[in-house]
């Protein structure tokens, strides 16, 4: 089991910025992928951006060159700093984790950006 927590949400206007932190505990394989996703009201979860244990980042297309994901190996925590932040950029977003012993999600956290 892998134990995800976020923090970092809240209420930004358009053009500000947020940081997201992700903070995992438990049985963490090293071999493994973190990421973030968000998801809007009936709708699927999105990737927004992934990382590889030791590898590089990847990114949706809609937040290439505005969020930056990170990762602090030592202490099992994943980051998503987001920049020019847009009203569709307002969702809940989830810290996500695949490792050998299956996926886990954190409970989300809700990002809004008004106009």
């Known amino acids: 089991q892998v134990h995800l927590v976020e923090s970092g949400g809240g209420l930004v206007q358009a053009g500000g910025s947020l940081n997201l932190s992700c903070v995992a505990s438990g049985s963490i394989s090293s071999i493994n992928i973190m990421g973030w996703f968000r998801q809007y009201p009936g709708q699927e979860r999105e990737a927004v951006a992934r990382i590889i244990s030791g590898g590089p980042p990847t990114y949706a297309d809609s937040v290439k060159g505005r969020f930056t994901i990170s990762r602090d190996y030592a202490r099992n925590m994943l980051y998503l700093q987001m920049n020019g932040l847009k009203p569709n950029d307002t969702a809940v977003y989830y810290c996500?984790?695949?490792?050998?012993?299956?996926?886990?999600w954190g409970q989300g956290t809700q990002v809004t950006v008004s106009s």
């Open positions: 996500a984790f695949f490792g050998i012993g299956g996926t886990f």
